[in-house]
C-alpha cells in the first residue's frame, strides 16, 4: 500500500485531495493547524478503512519538517507522494505590503515544499518511485496585482516542480504543479474583505468583479477535480507525465 504526505490537509483543499487518495486506499499523513487535525485523521482513517497519521508541524519550522517526514517514513515505511499544498494568502499594494506577510508567504507557499522535498527525496530515489504534487495556482503562472508575495511564491513553486522533475528523471520520481483558479475554501472566503478594501468596491461583488472575471468558465473550481487530478499524477502510469504545470482554472490561462 502506497503512502501520501499533504501539506496543509486539515482544511479546503488539502483535506479533499486527501478523500480521494482515501478512496484509492493509500495511507495518509495529514498536516496542518486546525486544532481537530488528529479527528479528522482519525475519522477519514476509520470511513475509508485506511491508515491515517497527523503531523502539526509548522511549516514555518525546517525541524519540524524534517521530524514529520521522519516519522511518516518510520512509520509506513515509505513516502510515496508528497502533496506540498500548504498555504496562506495575503492581499494589499505593494507599498502597504508588511515585511511579515511577505517572509511568511515565501515560507509557507514556496519555501517549506524545499524541505519536505529535500527529506522525502533519499528514499523515494532507492524505492525508485516517486510522486511530488505541488499546488501552485493560476498565479504561479499570471499576476494579479496586490498579491506581489503570493504570485511570487506560486511561480517560484513552478520553477522548484520543473528543476526537481528534471532530477528526479533517472529515478522514476516525478514533479508537477497543480495550479487552480478560484476555490471556495476558507483561504478565498477570508480574502473577500481585503480585495473589496483594495479594490475599492462592495464585498457583494467581488466574486464576481474580481475572483471569477478572469475564469472563462464563471464557476469556482472544485475540490474534487483537484483531489482526482492529483491522485492521477500519483499514479504508475503518469511516469512520464512530469516537469509540468497543470492549469485547473476554467480556462483563465487561455486568455
Ligand atoms: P485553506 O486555508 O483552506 O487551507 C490551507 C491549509 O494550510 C490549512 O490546513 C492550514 O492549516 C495549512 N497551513 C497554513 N499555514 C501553515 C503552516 N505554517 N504550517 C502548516 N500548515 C499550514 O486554503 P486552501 O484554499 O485549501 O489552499 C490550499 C492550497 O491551495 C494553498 O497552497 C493555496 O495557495 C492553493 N490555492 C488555493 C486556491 C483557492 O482559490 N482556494 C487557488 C489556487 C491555489
Redesign the pocket.
Known amino acids: 500500500m502506497k503512502t501520501v504526505l499533504i501539506?496543509?490537509?486539515?482544511?479546503?483543499?488539502?483535506l479533499g485531495i486527501a478523500k480521494e487518495f482515501a478512496k484509492e486506499k493509500y495511507n495518509i499523513i495529514f498536516?496542518?493547524?486546525?486544532t481537530n487535525g488528529p479527528q479528522i485523521a482519525e475519522s477519514i482513517g476509520k470511513e475509508y478503512g485506511i491508515k491515517t497519521l497527523y503531523s502539526p508541524?509548522?511549516?514555518?519550522k525546517p525541524e519540524e519538517i524534517k521530524a514529520m517526514i521522519d516519522l511518516g517514513i518510520n512509520t509506513f515505511g515509505s513516502i510515496d507522494v508528497l502533496v506540498n499544498?500548504?498555504?496562506?494568502?495575503f492581499v494589499a499594494a505593494v507599498e502597504d505590503f508588511p515585511e511579515d506577510k511577505w517572509n511568511a508567504i515565501i515560507a509557507?507557499?514556496l519555501t517549506s515544499a524545499f524541505h519536505t522535498t529535500k527529506h522525502v527525496w533519499k528514499k523515494m530515489k532507492e524505492n525508485k518511485f516517486g510522486r511530488i504534487i505541488n499546488?501552485a495556482?493560476?498565479h504561479g503562472l499570471v499576476a494579479s496585482e496586490f498579491k506581489s508575495a503570493y504570485v511570487s511564491a506560486k511561480h517560484g513553486l513552478v520553477g522548484f516542480t520543473k528543476t526537481v522533475a528534471l532530477e528526479g528523471a533517472p529515478f522514476n520520481i516525478t514533479a508537477n504543479a497543480i495550479c487552480?483558479?478560484?476555490?471556495k475554501?476558507?483561504?478565498?472566503e477570508k480574502q473577500i474583505a481585503d480585495q473589496a478594501k483594495t479594490h475599492g468596491i462592495p464585498e457583494s461583488e467581488v466574486v464576481s468583479k474580481i475572483m471569477l472575471e478572469k475564469q472563462a468558465v464563471k464557476e469556482f473550481v472544485s475540490i474534487e477535480l483537484l483531489g482526482k487530478t492529483a491522485v492521477f499524477l500519483a499514479s504508475e502510469q503518469a511516469s512520464t507525465l512530469t516537469g509540468t504545470a497543470l492549469p485547473v482554472d476554467g480556462g483563465w490561462n487561455a486568455q
Do not use: F, K, R
Open positions: 501539506t496543509g490537509s486539515t482544511s479546503g483543499i488539502g498536516n496542518g493547524l486546525e508541524a509548522n511549516m514555518l499544498n500548504a498555504g496562506i494568502q509557507i507557499n499546488i495556482s493560476a487552480p483558479g478560484y476555490v475554501t476558507p483561504l478565498v
